[in-house]
Nanobody, 121 residues
Framework: QVQLAESGGGMAQAGGSLKLSCAAS????????MGWYRQAPGKERELVAT???????NYADSVKGRFTISKDNAKNTVYLQMSSLKAEDTAVYYC???????????????WGQGTQVTVSS
């Protein structure tokens, strides 16, 4: 199994910044990618940003130029630096990882429990 420990959520004012962190642990053989998704009240979960093991990144159009995802492969940790925050960024942010584990010798997605980000206008 893979455990994802998120930290860094909280409250910020519009125009402000927050940084999220997520550390993966467990019997991991390989992390194909890690990333962040978010779900606002009444809306479906959506992709925010992902980063592959080779550090190739992908962003939702709504966050391009404002959010930056990065990854420390040695620590199995992914970061999301969020700047120029908007009220519409308010959501629960979920860390996700696609991992190959020793226990199952198969690849699947794992999810964190989520961390609340609230942006006041």
């Amino acid at each position: 199994q893979v455990q994802l420990a998120e930290s860094g959520g909280g409250m910020a004012q519009a125009g402000g910044s927050l940084k999220l962190s997520c550390a993966a642990s467990g019997n991991i053989l390989r992390l194909n990618f890690m990333g962040w998704y978010r779900q606002a009240p009444g809306k479906e979960r959506e992709l925010v940003a992902t980063v592959t093991r080779e550090r190739s990144t992908n962003y939702a159009d709504s966050v391009k130029g404002r959010f930056t995802i990065s990854k420390d492969n040695a620590k199995n940790t992914v970061y999301l630096q969020m700047s120029s925050l908007k009220a519409e960024d308010t959501a629960v942010y979920y860390c996700a990882a696609e991992a190959l584990t020793l226990a199952t010798l198969s690849t699947r997605m794992y999810w964190g429990q989520g961390t609340q980000v609230t942006v006041s206008s």
